[in-house]
Nanobody, 115 residues
C-alpha cells in the first residue's frame, strides 16, 4: 500500500512563503497524477494544483502566479511552493496520488496565514 506524507505547513504572515512536500513511499512516477487539495473549515476540499507523470501542471485560478507545483523524481517527492500567501489560503493541505483506479491520500498539513 503506497503512502503519501505531507510536511512543511505552519504559521506564516500575509505575504510570506511556505513550501509543502508530499513524499511517496514508492516511485513517485507510479502515480499518473499528483494533486494538492486544500480544505478550509466549513468548506469542501478543493484542488489547488496538480502535476501529471508527463509534467503537465495546472492551478486553481486564485493561486495562479503565486503557487508552483514541482516534482523531484530522485526523492519521490512533489512540492508546492506557495508565495505571497493570503489569509484566505489558510486550510489543511492534502496531497493525493492516483494510480489506476485507486486514490492515495496523505494525512494533511495545516497552513495558517495570519498576522
Amino acid at each position: 500500500q503506497a503512502q503519501l506524507v505531507e510536511s512543511g505547513g505552519g504559521l506564516v504572515q500575509p505575504g510570506g512563503s511556505l513550501r509543502l512536500s508530499c513524499a511517496a513511499s514508492e516511485n513517485i512516477l507510479s502515480f499518473s497524477v499528483i494533486h494538492w487539495y486544500r480544505q478550509a473549515p466549513g468548506e469542501q476540499r478543493r484542488v489547488v494544483a496538480f502535476i501529471t507523470r508527463e509534467d503537465m501542471t495546472n492551478y486553481m485560478v486564485s493561486v495562479k502566479g503565486r503557487f508552483t507545483i514541482s516534482r523531484d523524481n530522485a526523492k519521490n517527492t512533489v512540492y508546492l511552493q506557495m508565495n505571497s500567501l493570503k489569509p484566505e489560503d489558510t486550510a489543511v493541505y492534502y496531497c493525493n496520488g492516483r494510480r489506476g483506479l485507486n486514490d492515495y491520500w496523505g494525512q494533511g498539513t495545516q497552513v495558517t496565514v495570519s498576522s
